[in-house]
């Protein structure tokens, strides 16, 4: 594999005119809302796009998304089982990278494992490819309450 700016803006573009991955999204709001108490906004198409171009407009995280979600993509095992390992850890690190610093990138990874359980790909690695778009994207957008609101725990300097 070769990571260059042209194989990132491909990349860029897969995710992006991916419609799988908003469905996705939101199905995994509509599971995780319920088991928090709160209702969740769900994400349109075109908000899903506009956030994957967002993230493609940072180059350190572009080339980094961009090369996970490559590995992904071409990864396969016989059985699954085998390469458990691996997909689920760069499904995982993709995750985290799409959603940015802690503590998104910790809730995205968590997020990652509901959206997994859902999607069927042909592959083991673009089952958790999609599952990470889709945890990794839901948990940077807007439509969670209390990422909305001031923290309670900011101390104000003295």
Do not use: K
């Not at 059985?79 to 910790?106: H, K, M, N, S, W």
């Amino acid at each position: 594999m070769e990571i260059t700016p042209a194989a990132v803006a491909e990349e860029r573009d897969r995710i992006r005119d991916d419609e799988a991955v908003p469905e996705l999204i939101n199905d995994v709001r509509g599971r995780l809302g319920p088991q928090f108490g709160v209702a969740v906004d769900p994400v349109s198409v075109e908000t899903y796009r506009a956030e994957v171009e967002t993230v493609f407009a940072d180059g350190d995280r572009a080339v980094n998304v961009a090369a996970l979600s490559a590995l992904l993509r071409e990864l396969d095992c016989a059985g699954d089982y085998p390469g458990f390992v691996v997909d689920e850890f760069l499904g995982r690190r993709l995750a985290a990278t799409i959603a940015g610093g802690q503590p998104l990138a910790l809730l995205a990874g968590s997020t990652f494992h509901v959206a997994d359980v859902t999607v069927d790909a042909e592959t083991a690695g673009d089952d958790d490819r999609l599952a990470a778009l889709a945890a990794g994207f839901q948990t940077r957008l807007p439509g969670w309450a209390w990422t909305e609101t001031e923290s309670p725990f900011a101390v104000d300097p003295d």
